[in-house]
């Protein structure tokens, strides 16, 4: 089989697995123009890169409109990254990992001489999302990608990319590579010694609490709707209310701005606690906190707490809509083994048409507040006093 073979039998594959295996994949595309976009790119096999197919794959799906529903073409190598990481905050996108400590802190500003919000428009079509915080959560990871700036003619030279960064009041640009093999970065939190926020301590543990004895807060970090194998979800919960009783604690923060999703029973005991604790289920005593990140299971589990108990929402308005796509299956292209995923209910949680959950009292991100470990939804939860609305 030749190369342009397997790929069109790839397409056929990826065209036939979404149309019989997703639950309602022509909901904000016709069927029509799905199977029009698929002929186009079939027809340019010949004229187009591996890496500039999974583009355009990728550019069919966004039109999909269904955030659960994606490839991931970086698994099996059709795409690389720099050695550099961003972070997009409220007053712009900033590197915080790189091999070059000189473009640590710094703002991107351009790349190739395309302005970072030209680049944003181009990045968005290849993202399926209901809302700009999702484009904001996965925005980061494409900028990274020198295959997909390429393929979306944003760079010319994948091997050799200027970027224009300012910082310190000074704008400079960088000729950055794609990296070879295992590269070490540089971290800004790495400054911060102990003072890390309690948010960035432990993203990679599933759940995991401390204690904040001055405000009698028992702080709770839900970043992976996943049971560990060490401790159930369960027995967690009961070390959490044990520990809080011992304590005497009076405060609970929830908090899910990392949670990307799972499994969503899993909390479950957690808000059974909840909702019958009378010392935390009361305005003012008990946060949840929510960001861009916030997606799928975890945004049914903040619907969950909400619903249930007399929970304060704070931080930022969540990646996905209460109601959404989910419960995703997957299966692998025949040649390339580009891994689809896609979705297999429509998850109603109510008649409203929002696209996002927006918290009760909003409090974003800024470069200064990353930079220098401020947390400002924690300290606007451990000065929180009850007044007019809240």
């Given amino acids: 089989m030749s190369r342009d073979e397997a790929w069109r039998e790839d397409l056929s594959a990826f065209k036939n697995g979404l149309t019989e295996r997703h639950i309602d994949l022509f909901n904000r595309i016709s069927k029509s123009d799905f199977e029009k976009n698929i002929t186009a790119l079939e027809a340019n096999i010949a004229q187009l890169q591996d890496y500039e197919i999974a583009v355009e794959l990728m550019k069919i ?6 955030s659960h529903t994606n490839i991931t073409p970086w698994a099996n190598g059709t795409f690389r990254q720099f050695p550099l990481e961003f972070t997009v905050l409220k007053d712009g996108i900033f590197v915080t ?22 680049v944003l428009k181009k990045l968005e079509t290849l993202i399926p999302h209901e809302n700009p915080q999702r484009v904001k959560a996965v925005t980061d990871i494409l900028l990274q ?11 010319e030279n994948m091997e050799s990319v200027e970027f224009s960064f300012e910082k310190d009041g000074e704008i400079f640009i960088e000729s950055i590579a794609p990296q070879t093999g295992k590269v070490a970065l540089k971290n800004v939190l790495d400054e911060l010694s102990d003072d890390v926020p309690a948010y960035q301590m432990n993203e990679k543990i599933p759940y995991w609490f401390g204690y904040f004895d001055d405000s009698r807060t028992i702080y709770v970090q839900y970043n992976a709707c996943v049971e560990m194998p060490r401790q159930s979800f369960k027995n967690f919960t009961e070390e959490v209310f044990t520990f809080a009783e011992e304590h005497g604690a009076t405060k609970f923060v929830l908090d899910m701005r990392n949670n990307t999703g799972g499994d969503s029973r899993i909390i479950h005991p957690m808000v059974s606690a909840l909702k019958r604790n009378a010392q935390f289920n009361k305005r003012g005593n008990l946060f949840v906190i929510t960001g861009e990140r916030t997606f799928s299971s975890a945004v049914l589990n903040t619907l969950l707490v909400q619903d249930n108990t007399q929970a304060i929402l704070i931080g930022e308005a969540t990646g996905a809509a209460p109601n959404h796509f989910g419960e995703v299956k997957s ?3 025949p040649n390339s083994t ?17 696209n996002t959950i927006v918290p ?31």
């Fill in 97 to 118: 990992k790189a091999e070059d400590e000189r473009i640590l802190k710094a703002k991107l500003i351009a790349v190739n001489s395309l302005k970072t919000k030209e």
């Fill in 331 to 333: 299966f692998s292209l």
């Fill in 360 to 390: 009760d009292i909003l409090a974003e991100r800024t470069s200064v507040d990353y930079f220098s470990g401020r947390d400002r939804v924690m300290e606007a939860i451990l000065k929180y006093k009850i007044s007019m609305g809240f």
């Fill in 338 to 354: 580009i891994r689809v995923t896609y979705s297999t209910r429509f998850l109603k949680t109510s008649d409203a048409k929002a």
């Fill in 145 to 155: 990608t020198p295959e997909v700036l390429q393929a979306l003619d944003i760079i």
């Fill in 61 to 66: 799906l966004a039109l999909v409109g269904d």
